[in-house]
């Protein structure tokens, strides 16, 4: 059975060649032993620890809370696009740790 490779570079597109290369693979048949080979009982235990594991930390959800923020502060946080509660967070957490941080701070 062929397979078939195709690399597209981000931002590139695909060139008619490749896009009618994935329209004939899309109507191969899928081999499953040649392509998915059954996992060993040992292979099964490995994926199911893994799952478990995942599974627990999923679990942990940071509590959500909320705080006062002037408007410029979050203005300036929000301009930062997606993550930016991530950002501050880690501003935060690194502030806590840092106790002459909150020294400088605390005068205002």
Not at 30 to 47: G, V
Not at 74 to 84: F, I, N, P
Request: hydrophobic content about 40%; overall charge positive; aromatic content about 4%.
């Amino acid at each position: 059975m062929e397979r078939i490779t195709i690399t597209v570079r981000d931002g590139q597109k695909p060139t008619r060649e490749q896009i009618k290369r994935i329209h004939e693979a899309a109507k191969l048949p899928i081999n499953y032993t040649a392509d998915c080979p059954p996992s060993s009982p040992k292979a099964l235990a490995e994926f199911a620890a893994i799952a478990r594991e995942l599974r627990k930390n999923k679990r942990k959800i940071d509590p959500v809370v909320a705080i006062r923020l002037a408007p410029d502060c979050l203005k300036k946080y929000k301009s930062m696009d997606r993550g930016y509660t991530d950002i501050m967070a880690n501003i935060l957490a690194y502030a806590v740790d840092n106790p002459e941080i909150l020294t400088c701070t605390a005068a205002r």
